[in-house]
């Protein structure tokens, strides 16, 4: 049986995507640089970890894994899949979350649709 080993966003700065996700979730962080991915990043002529295509973002073990992808194209329609979070004061969480760089896109019954700094759509419930 398959297990789901990363969920991937498309991205146009990976780096500064990755940061806002790992602020947005509980316990999360971007995956540090050791000496050996700073070695892969510089044989790949990157100086800078903010210039890393590929951005990871990680909790404990067992808690799925956040993956980060340079693309070359924006964002264009609708996402077909999405994250839904939860929180024990919504409210208070969709203002933490405009703060971080979320834009409040519309109010249902239930939940608040969002979107990312790069127009990734996902919800907090009620």
Not at 1 to 20: E, G, I, N, W, Y
Not at 26 to 31: L, M
Not at 90 to 100: D, G, K, S
């Amino acid at each position: 049986m398959a297990r789901v080993h990363d969920t991937v966003f498309d991205s146009k700065h990976p780096a500064s995507l990755a940061r806002f996700w790992a602020a947005v979730l509980d316990g999360y962080q971007v995956a540090p640089y050791d000496e050996v991915e700073l070695r892969r990043l510089k044989d790949n002529g990157i100086d800078d970890p903010e210039d890393d295509p590929t951005v990871l973002v990680v909790a404990g073990p067992g808690l799925p894994r956040y993956f980060f992808v340079l693309v070359p194209e924006g964002k264009v329609v609708k996402n077909r899949v999405h994250l839904d979070l939860s929180a024990d004061d919504p409210a208070a969480e969709v203002a933490r979350l405009v703060e971080l760089g979320a834009v409040a896109v519309r109010e249902f019954e239930g939940w608040t649709q969002m979107a990312d700094p790069e127009g990734n759509e996902f919800c907090v419930l009620r």
